[in-house]
């Protein structure tokens, strides 16, 4: 039993191991994390700035969806300058389960505002002192970030597009096509400044064409659909607390060597083959993906989340599409085969993502205990159908913006329920 569910004594703690998932526990009683939550309703990464409507809208009908999971997602280790938060919504309607659409993720970020770079020039009291060089070279990026001195040949010529023979650092002024050749005829043609030339000359026909046709604007980006009052959004499901710690396992006990024994009453191999029967029936009717799945939540019962950045999901089935898409891209992964499919590859089967490209990695993953604690006060057994509800992100954690939210749509794959299984 994980420490999580009773008080452990020193002894116990040489029974069981730590992994590196961090499990979610739904609680009525305020935790340290004031954040993240169980149903109720979100509250936004900005509360000026919530992200569109659309993106918490059912694929199938249309429909603002109520919020399943709101989670404190920042990582310091690895993006130390984010602000991050995930939300997982799922639509109630019956008519909507198993569509493609009706769960959704959505990841929220900011990026902090760096720190001002001091100017060591205003540090410095000495007056300037007057160099021999007449050019000097703009500050480099070397110079500023990583205070790094340039060579005197960079200083010289910074541009390298620049002639070394220019006297200038303007890349531009080396251009041959910029003075004019010089004339050795005894009659040079007199040149025109583009200063002297009459402003009256007749427009062209292409100049006409381009001043009547102006070019159009880029398209300027879609505006985000404003939220729905208070009393138009769907019920929420109840509001929970989550409360983390990091996943403990039994140790494995050790099975005794099985000892065959023979009865002297049956006839010579009938005990055997008829031994060999009954295991290849049993093992025929156990789904070991299943089975594992729900061993390993047998250990820590209530857990609702399990996270992981960049880890693997526990799988509830690999017959399913979500499953296969997994296990066919671990067991590439194992052998050193590259698998790519279309949208990008993925850390652990997802399609790219769809913002920059990057690979997609897991992150966190709902577990069928969820369902149990949102669904505790309704009555009926018409309620949410799936197993497994996994997401993955950005591996980059991309698109955000100094001090303005952005929110992201991110993958969802969702293993339903299977009839008889629970």
């Given at each position: 039993?994980?420490?999580?569910d009773?008080?452990?004594?020193d002894?116990?703690?040489?029974?069981?191991?730590t992994?590196?998932?961090?499990?979610?526990y739904?609680?009525?009683?305020?935790?340290?994390?004031?954040?993240?939550?169980?149903?109720g309703?979100?509250?936004?990464?900005?509360?000026s700035e919530p992200?569109?409507a659309?993106?918490?809208?059912?694929m199938?009908?249309?429909?603002?969806?109520p919020l399943?999971?709101?989670?404190?997602?920042?990582?310091p280790?690895?993006?130390?300058?984010?602000?991050?938060r995930l939300?997982v919504?799922a639509?109630?309607?019956?008519a909507?389960?198993?569509?493609?659409g009706s769960?959704k993720?959505v990841?929220?970020?900011?990026?902090?505002?760096?720190?001002?770079?001091?100017?060591?020039?205003?540090?410095?009291?000495n007056p300037?002192?007057?160099?021999p060089?007449t050019?000097?070279?703009?500050?480099?990026?070397?110079n500023s970030?990583?205070g790094?001195?340039?060579?005197p040949?960079?200083?010289?010529?910074p541009?390298?597009?620049?002639?070394?023979?220019?006297?200038?650092?303007?890349?531009?002024?080396?251009?041959p096509?910029s003075?004019?050749p010089?004339?050795?005829s005894?009659?040079?043609?007199?040149?025109?400044?583009?200063?002297?030339?009459?402003s009256?000359l007749?427009?062209?026909?292409?100049?006409?064409?381009r001043?009547s046709?102006?070019p159009?604007?880029p398209p300027?980006?879609?505006?985000?659909e404003?939220?729905p009052?208070?009393?138009?959004?769907?019920?929420?499901?109840?509001?929970y607390?989550?409360?983390?710690?990091y996943?403990?396992?039994?140790?494995?006990?050790?099975?005794?060597?099985?000892t065959?024994?023979?009865?002297?009453d049956?006839?010579p191999g009938?005990?055997?083959s008829?031994?060999?029967e009954?295991?290849?029936t049993?093992?025929?009717?156990?789904?070991?993906t299943?089975q594992?799945f729900?061993d390993?939540?047998?250990?820590n019962?209530?857990?609702?989340?399990?996270?992981?950045?960049?880890?693997?999901?526990?799988l509830?089935s690999?017959?399913?599409?979500?499953?296969?898409?997994?296990?066919?891209?671990?067991?590439?992964?194992?052998t050193?085969?590259?698998v790519?499919r279309?949208g990008?590859?993925?850390g652990?089967?997802a399609?790219a993502?769809?913002e920059?490209?990057?690979?997609?990695v897991?992150?966190?993953?709902?577990t069928?205990?969820a369902?149990s604690?949102l669904?505790a006060?309704?009555?009926?057994?018409?309620?949410?159908e799936?197993?497994?509800?996994i997401v993955?992100?950005?591996?980059?954690d991309?698109?955000g913006?100094v001090?303005?939210?952005?929110?992201?749509?991110e993958?969802?794959?969702v293993q339903w329920e299977?009839?008889g299984?629970?």
């Open positions: 039993m994980a420490p999580h009773s008080d452990s004594s002894e116990d703690t040489e029974n069981y191991t992994t590196n998932v961090v499990l979610g739904a609680s009525k009683e305020p935790t340290d994390d004031s954040i993240s939550q169980l149903g309703r979100p509250t936004w990464l900005g509360q992200p569109s659309a993106l918490a809208r059912c199938f009908c249309n429909n603002i969806m399943l999971l709101q989670l404190h997602a920042d990582i280790e690895h993006f130390p300058d984010h602000d991050r939300y919504f639509c109630r309607k019956k909507c389960r198993r569509r493609n769960i993720a990841r929220g970020i900011k990026l902090r505002k760096p720190a001002r770079a001091t100017n060591p020039s205003t540090n410095n009291t300037p002192q007057a160099k060089s050019t000097t070279a703009p500050p480099t990026l070397g970030i990583f790094v001195t340039s060579s040949a960079s200083s010289v010529n541009n390298p597009f620049s002639s070394p023979a220019a006297g200038s650092g303007n890349p531009f002024s080396s251009n096509f003075a004019p010089t004339n050795t005894p009659n040079p043609i007199p040149t025109v400044a583009i200063n002297d030339m009459p009256d007749p427009a062209t026909f292409a100049d006409k064409v001043l046709n102006p159009a604007p300027s980006p879609a505006a985000p404003p939220w009052s208070e009393s138009d959004l769907p019920t929420p499901y109840p509001s607390h989550l409360d983390a710690d996943e403990t396992l039994d140790q494995p006990a050790e099975l005794p060597i099985p065959t024994s023979m009865n002297v049956d006839p009938g005990s055997s008829s031994t060999k009954d295991a290849d049993f093992e025929s009717t156990i789904d070991k299943f594992r729900a390993r939540l047998a250990q019962p209530l857990q609702v989340v399990r996270y992981e950045f960049g880890g693997l999901p526990l509830y690999k017959t399913d599409f979500v499953g296969q898409l997994i296990s066919l891209h671990h067991s590439s992964s194992n050193k085969v590259s790519t279309r990008g590859t993925s652990f089967g399609s993502c769809l920059c490209g990057a690979t997609r897991f992150e966190l993953q709902l069928p205990q369902i604690e669904e006060e309704e009555d009926g057994l018409e309620g949410m799936w197993g497994n509800v993955g992100v950005c591996g980059k991309c698109g913006e001090g303005r939210v952005t929110y992201f749509q993958w969802v794959g299977e009839r299984k629970g």
